[in-house]
């Protein structure tokens, strides 16, 4: 245990499941090195939370100002400004109040990069920033180029390639389709694409940048970031149990929006054989079509595997209206489908053989650092990005592709799901993806590269009180 005991850091998290998750397991690892941690969470009513194992880490719950404001009536922009002005204050009198009662005040703010004035709120309490980025290291580079004005909007083509300089290697893989859809399609998502830009209008204030990474995992891009700005991989954000184990009892993230069947998604996973099980799903946020839905359910009742099917209570009502039926009600029926399910606990499971996902920065790093094979269907923001380093960077996935009408068919998702399952591919793909297993944890374990830049980051904090 590092002698930081009577050191306080305050953590702010966005109120989004794919934010929460990385800073919050975090937190944890701060916790685990001795410093004292408040997480705190912008949000109307922590009802919304359903709230485990988050002993070693303090909760508080500051207004985010939607208490007595019709959220569904503002647009994205307007929702964001709301956001930003409401929780700066309740933000600002929190620190007021917490340095104004505590003998060694927090000097540190871990703020999630997305928003990106929390550090003006801390520099102006006297406080140091310390930016953590839940996206991966090139798609953050992407972004970065697109606020430096060396991206061209719309995005050219040249021989298939987006027209990115000449940065690191590895970003050649890249054609024009892969780029963050923010960047992409510029009319579609003015509002977002302004917000992640604007991540870079004040960055080099903050004291550290850190990243949901491992060096292992994204070697070229850390290195040539690291030889612009000073900056710190310390991911995979994973709780211990599925990686070094040296966290006791750090078996979920802790904080969750949705109430998960776990009880129900391991039973029926008990009764399947080893890697006999295709686990199915978009996420927190992304919303199908109901075409796309029809597609996805025709390829699962086509192929030879079991499937576990996350579809949200929202999209429910996209389903074909008998296909619930046809599952059945017992334990031995092909599929099963759950509004939410623990993934951690489903990916470590041994009957499962494939992830089929909408490659969302979180779910990949939890495929990649659990050894599953998985089966890439973007679907925006750095989504398309991700799915194509799963497939020609790390080879661990194969890439279904969309038709002329934008949809996935369920031939070209079953023929996915097959080789990956018993294809001569699949065998390859899964020795790539248990070779990453290997490198993740022993990023995080003691001595690892991610380790060691947490220990560093400790350090320094602690050195500010000396």
């Not at 009802?47 to 939607?66: A, C």
Request: with cysteine; proline share 4%; hydrophobic share 40%.
């Amino acid at each position: 245990m590092f002698p930081a005991k009577d050191i306080h850091v305050l953590v702010l998290a966005h109120p989004v499941q794919g934010h929460i998750n990385p800073v919050l397991q975090f937190s944890k690892r701060l916790a685990s090195k001795g410093l004292k941690v408040t997480f705190l969470i912008p949000i109307s009513t922590k009802k919304s939370f359903n709230q485990v194992n988050t002993s070693s880490i303090q909760v508080e719950y500051i207004s985010d100002g939607y208490d007595h404001v019709e959220a569904d009536k503002l647009s994205i922009a307007e929702s964001l400004e709301h956001f930003r002005v409401s929780v700066s204050e309740s933000l600002s009198d929190f620190i007021q109040k917490h340095q104004s009662c505590q003998e060694n005040p927090a000097k540190v703010l871990v703020y999630d990069a997305f928003d990106r004035w929390a550090l003006d709120v801390a520099v102006e309490h006297g406080m140091h920033g310390a930016a953590f980025f839940t996206q991966s290291c090139v798609v953050t580079w992407i972004y970065y180029l697109a606020h430096q004005g060396r991206l061209k909007f719309p995005l050219e083509v040249a021989d298939g390639q987006g027209c990115v300089p000449s940065d690191p290697q590895v970003m050649s893989v890249l054609g024009m389709n892969d780029f963050p859809s923010f960047v992409v399609e510029v009319d579609k998502y003015p509002g977002l694409l302004k917000i992640v830009l604007e991540l870079f209008s004040n960055f080099r204030k903050a004291k550290w940048l850190l990243f949901n990474t491992f060096t292992e995992l994204e070697e070229e891009m850390v290195n040539w970031m690291g030889n612009q700005w000073s900056m710190m991989t310390v991911g995979p954000t994973i709780p211990s149990v599925y990686m070094d184990k040296r966290l006791e009892d750090d078996r979920d993230y802790g904080l969750s929006l949705f109430q998960p069947e776990a009880e129900a998604c391991l039973r029926w996973l008990d009764s399947k054989p080893p890697r006999s099980t295709v686990y199915i799903s978009f996420g927190s946020l992304a919303s199908l079509t109901e075409d796309q839905m029809e597609e996805i359910a025709s390829g699962l009742r086509s192929m030879k595997s079991h499937f576990l099917w996350v579809v949200r209570e929202s999209e429910e009502n996209k389903l074909p209206c008998n296909f619930m039926r046809e599952l059945g009600l017992d334990d031995a029926k092909k599929g099963l489908v759950v509004r939410w399910c623990n993934q951690l606990q489903v990916l470590s499971h041994g009957s499962v053989g494939c992830f089929m996902t909408h490659c969302g920065w979180n779910s990949t790093l939890e495929g990649l650092s659990l050894g599953v094979p998985m089966v890439a269907m973007p679907q925006w923001t750095d989504q398309p990005t991700n799915a194509t380093f799963i497939v020609e960077v790390w080879k661990v996935g194969l890439r279904v592709r969309a038709n002329e009408r934008g949809v996935v068919t369920g031939e070209e998702i079953e023929s996915c799901v097959n080789e990956i399952m018993e294809g001569e591919r699949g065998k390859e793909i899964r020795g790539n993806s248990l070779r990453w297993k290997e490198m993740a944890i022993l990023a995080v374990d003691e001595g690892g590269s991610s380790d060691k830049n947490i220990q560093e980051f400790v350090s320094n904090v602690v050195d500010l009180f000396l």
